[in-house]
């Protein structure tokens, strides 16, 4: 396992759409044990192919609790369903935080890590999150939906301020 380096804003490889794993394989396994390690080291919750430099559908979420890490392989959304206003950011985009409208449930179809068909239903933010990742699959950045005027940089020392 390794961490792999987060690619930030201004890196045109964001702004790429990732094409499709064709077979989900030890090396497809290993890529996502990386990512699930990369993820932990930043303690975020979720981080997509582009954000580690590579063009594949490949997301991982993981919100801490007992579902544990979820790995995806080119998830799809089938269905969603309402719209929640949440806060967001994402490692791609240090320190920046911002509110946006995400669908507030949504149905994704994926292949796990062995590329075995998987459905998992998502609501709040497990709903955000997996909302959030499959746009990063097609260059789409949180920072394209930001209601207007709600984007906040938030450091460490600005932080003990408030
Ligand atoms: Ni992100």
Known sequence: ????????????????????????????????????????????????????????????IDLYDEKGPIKLVNPKIVKQKGEQEVEEGCLSFPNQFAKIIRPAEVIIEALDENGKKIKIKGEGLLAQAISHELDHLDGVLFVDKIIPGTLEYVTPENEKQK
């Open 1 to 60: 396992m390794a961490i792999r380096i987060v690619r930030e804003n201004g890196d045109e490889i964001l702004r790429k759409r990732s094409r499709e794993v064709e077979v989900v394989d030890e090396k497809i396994k290993q890529i996502l044990a990386d990512m699930v390690e990369t993820l932990h080291s930043y303690n975020g919750v979720g981080l997509a192919g582009p954000q580690i430099g590579l063009l594949k559908r490949l997301v991982v």
